[in-house]
């Protein structure tokens, strides 16, 4: 049985699913796209900002998750580059819940051994939000644990685009050469590197899409839908993934 690892609380059937999952077969890296915060809001006829802060304390609950049975890193597609597009309050709104997340939970995070990371870009992320983001890493960057790692203002497009960009400045500067290009360089030019692909892609809401979410770095990631929406979305669901996770035969191209 895997050690149950307390830090916010657990409950029966949590340690019971635990029980029956594999500890040799832990999927390493889990990419998460919380879909759905404002479609359940408004199921419940309440305000979409009222589902992002649901969906915002659901995070707690699901990296408690996912460290209680050893998963190593643990990504969270927060904010995406066409986000923008949304409603400006909206958009003023998610980019303030890192200053309410952030502080309230830091000591536990601390205390579980959590390190915070980010990918995305800086430009256009309001000093007040960076300041929360980069606070949180800074007081967790000697953490040895999993990894919560943001997606925030990320787009993978643009992300293989920029990285494309600079391997050809590279190349004109004579630092490394074309013929030198393979998958491992590639994916050092990547806003994600050093940290390894993921295993399994959770999305929430019944969208049966990635999104513009780590094109290349899931190509052989097992993919898992539900129709929950985030905020609905419980320790006992992510169990679920990642059991289906383990009933499947990685075989990357092969037999």
Not at 39 to 50: D, E, F
Not at 177 to 193: G, M, N, Q, R
Not at 236 to 247: K, N, T
């Amino acid at each position: 049985m895997i050690p149950f690892k307390k830090w916010f609380g657990s409950n029966q059937r949590s340690e019971e699913q635990i029980s029956r999952i594999d500890a040799e077969n832990i999927p390493n890296h889990v990419a998460v796209i919380m879909d759905g915060n404002g479609r359940w809001a408004q199921k419940r006829g309440l305000p979409r900002i009222a589902g992002h802060h649901s969906g915002m304390k659901n995070v707690k609950r699901i990296t408690m998750a996912a460290n209680a049975i050893g998963v190593n890193v643990l990504t969270m597609y927060a904010f995406s580059t066409e986000n923008w597009k949304r409603p400006k309050e909206e958009v003023e709104y998610l980019m303030k819940l890192p200053l309410e997340f952030f502080p309230k939970e830091i000591e536990e995070l601390i205390a579980n051994n959590v390190q915070i990371r980010m990918t995305g870009w800086q430009e256009g992320v309001p000093d007040y939000t960076l300041k929360a983001v980069h606070d949180a890493i800074d007081q967790t960057k000697h953490n040895t644990g999993l990894i919560l790692n943001f997606a925030l203002n990320y787009g993978s497009r643009k992300e293989m685009l920029s990285g494309v960009k600079q391997m050809a400045q590279d190349i004109a500067d004579g630092k490394i050469t074309a013929e030198a290009i393979d998958d491992s360089v590639f994916s050092s030019y990547l806003l994600t590197h050093p940290l390894p692909d993921p295993d399994l892609l959770i999305r929430t809401s019944g969208e049966l899409r990635i999104s513009n979410f780590m094109l290349w770095q899931l190509a052989y990631s097992e993919l898992w839908f539900t129709d929950l929406c985030w905020p609905e979305f419980t320790e006992q669901h992510f169990y679920e993934a990642v059991a289906e996770y383990q009933r499947r035969a990685r075989r990357y191209g092969g037999l």
